[in-house]
Structures are given as structure tokens and as C-alpha cells.
């Protein structure tokens, strides 16, 4: 679920930003090439898969295949963290947060 709302939150992003390493002339630009360069497209890909490994887990309740899941959710949300910060100060909060 947090996934999407920072998928919809980077689509979103429309405000022009100065100084950017990333090219595009306006920050949802530079948030995309971000995404694409960093590879964070991908670290959303793999935190996705986890988390609904980890819903469907919760629905069988198996504890211990549980626990293994959200340990693999807390270091792959700790590795897709090496891809901050973003252009867009806001959402590099938003996303550190998550």
C-alpha cells in the first residue's frame, strides 16, 4: 500500500525545482529520471512483491514465514533508503519515513 502512494506521489509531483543533478525542466521530470537512474524503480518493484508476500503469509497465519518476510521487507525498504535523496525535498522525507 505505501508503494503506490509513493508511486502516485512521485507521478504527481509538478513543481519546478532549481539545481537538480537530474535532468528535466520541471521536478516531476527530475523525480522520474531519479527513479529511473537510481534505481529505485525497481527497489519499488521488490518492496511491493514483499509486502504481498507478506499479506498473504498474514492471511495463513504462519508466524515464523512471517517473520522472515517482514525481515526481508525491513532490508529491502533499508536498501531501496540508499537511493535517497530525491530532487524533491519533500518527498525524500516522505519516503525515508516509509
Do not use: E
Not at 535523496?85 to 525515508?96: E, G, N, Q, W, Y
Amino acid at each position: 500500500m505505501r508503494g503506490r502512494g509513493a508511486l502516485v506521489l512521485v507521478a504527481g509531483v509538478v513543481l519546478v525545482a532549481c539545481g537538480s543533478p537530474y535532468p528535466g525542466k520541471t521536478l516531476g521530470d527530475q523525480v522520474h529520471s531519479w527513479a529511473s537512474t537510481t534505481g529505485f524503480t525497481g527497489s519499488l518493484a521488490t518492496l511491493r512483491g514483499d509486502a504481498g508476500h507478506v499479506d498473504t503469509l498474514a492471511r495463513q497465519h504462519d508466524p515464523k514465514a512471517l517473520r522472515t518476510a517482514c525481515d526481508a521487507l525491513v532490508d529491502d525498504a533499508l536498501s531501496a533508503n540508499q537511493n535517497l535523496p530525491t530532487p524533491d525535498s519533500v518527498l525524500t522525507k516522505i519516503l525515508a519515513g516509509a
